[in-house]
Each structure stands twice: as C-alpha cells, then as structure tokens.
C-alpha cells in the first residue's frame, strides 16, 4: 500500500513539473487589450465589418488593421468606449501605442 501511495506522489510530482515546464516554453503571450475589446463589441458576429467575426475584429483593432467604426452595429458612443479599450484617439487618424512588453515577440 506504501508503495503504490509512494509511486503516485511521484507520478503527480513528475506531471507537475512537466505542466510548468510546459507552461513556461509554450506560454504564448496575447495583447489583453484584444479581451477589453471584444467584450465591448456587440457579439453578434454578424459580418458586416468584413471580418468573420467579432473576436477576429478586435485583433485586428489593436494593431491597427480596422478602425472601430467599422463595426456597423456599434453605437458612436460605444465605438468610442472600444476606442478607449485599444487606448487609441478617437478623432482624426488611429495612433497605436505600442507599449507591449520585449516578451510579446
Ligand atoms: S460588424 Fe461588429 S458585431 Fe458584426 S462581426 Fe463585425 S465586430 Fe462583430
């Protein structure tokens, strides 16, 4: 009895470790801006922006493929609010702030 308790600490210690080690190499980092995003979008995933979706249209947002106001169901004000999401201006031409962190790449 001992030593099957002894054999499965040591298998979840060993599978342990292999999740963390797994985690740290295959970690891949993803804009949190892209989360903010897309929660303020209506979810409809309707289309009519072009893209297939709207998860789809907020990654495309934060780097500065679209602009907010191309989503056609979207209120102005709440084209604003995601404006504020992607932390670009609002007025004139879109600037990205490009304050990811080294790891991002
Ligand atoms: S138009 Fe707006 S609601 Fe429709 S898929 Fe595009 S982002 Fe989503």
Redesign the pocket.
């Known amino acids: 009895m001992a030593i099957a308790l002894g054999y499965m600490l040591a298998l979840g210690v060993v599978l342990a470790a292999l999740l963390v080690i797994a985690n740290r190499f295959l970690f891949v980092f993803q804009d949190p801006r892209i989360d903010e995003v897309e929660s303020a ?14 998860r ?3 990654e495309k947002l934060i780097v500065g493929d679209v602009q907010p106001g ?5 209120s102005h004000d709440n084209s604003k609010a995601i404006a504020d999401c992607g932390q670009r201006e609002v007025h004139g031409l879109w600037r990205l702030r490009r304050d990811l962190p080294e790891t991002a790449f």
């Open positions: 979008l209506p979810h409809t995933n309707c289309g009519a922006c072009g893209e297939a979706g709207c789809i249209f907020a191309q989503c056609t169901v979207n």
